[in-house]
């Protein structure tokens, strides 16, 4: 497969891996309302940055990390559930003059940033999505150590691409609904937020049931 359209079909990858609406769309669109689109966007780095990671463990195939993530599933599905219930109790503490004046200061970004970072990686069983695209689009070629580069390179591309539109595009869009509209949005993602972590719980608990 030619190395210059192997990177724009990873790139497409990534972009379709992130366009879905979730937990990291959701926090995204609470950030860029809250602290401005440089937090938005960068808080769709973080997951774009666990997007390239699982897509590197999937080029390379490392099958022995792979059971290991899939082993460990559980235990990191309750800690994003944990994370993402915090996340959403929070939103939906902060006020209307929190959700019209908070400013960033030197810690947000980091904070943005990690949080997303964390909450995408307590995802494992995403790494499995990554080995079945990139498998279909490998083939029965072995890839090239090169190709591997343009492989992850693409993907955290494609999925940043996506965080740039939604907090930059999207961000003028919100900015017009006024502090009243602003904040039903960002309490209207807080009860996502919470009900994606008490989704999340429902499917580790059924199993028991």
Excluded: H, K
């Amino acid at each position: 497969m030619p190395g210059d359209t192997l990177f724009f079909e990873a790139a497409l990858v990534g972009l379709a891996i992130a366009a879905p609406v979730g937990p990291i769309g959701l926090l995204c669109i609470e950030r860029t309302l809250r602290q401005g689109a440089a937090a938005g966007f960068v808080t769709g780095l973080g997951a774009a940055t666990a997007d390239a990671l699982f897509a590197s463990i999937g080029a390379m195939g490392l099958g022995t990390l792979i059971s290991l993530l899939t082993q460990l599933a559980t235990p990191l599905s309750v800690l994003g559930c944990g994370l993402l219930f915090y996340l959403g109790v929070g939103t939906l503490r902060r006020d209307a003059a929190n959700v019209a004046a908070q400013s960033l200061d030197g810690r947000s970004l980091p904070r943005a940033y990690v949080s997303a970072l964390a909450l995408t990686l307590s995802n494992p069983m995403t790494v499995l999505s990554f080995v079945a695209i990139f498998a279909g689009l490998a083939g029965t070629r072995t890839l090239a150590p090169g190709d591997g580069i343009l492989l992850v390179g693409g993907v955290f591309a494609g999925s940043a691409l996506w965080w740039l539109l939604l907090a930059y595009g999207g961000g003028r869009l919100l900015a017009r609904l006024g502090v009243r509209g602003r904040q039903r949005v960002d309490q209207g993602c807080g009860v996502l937020l919470i009900g994606f972590a008490l989704l999340l719980a429902w499917r580790l608990l059924a199993p028991l049931w």
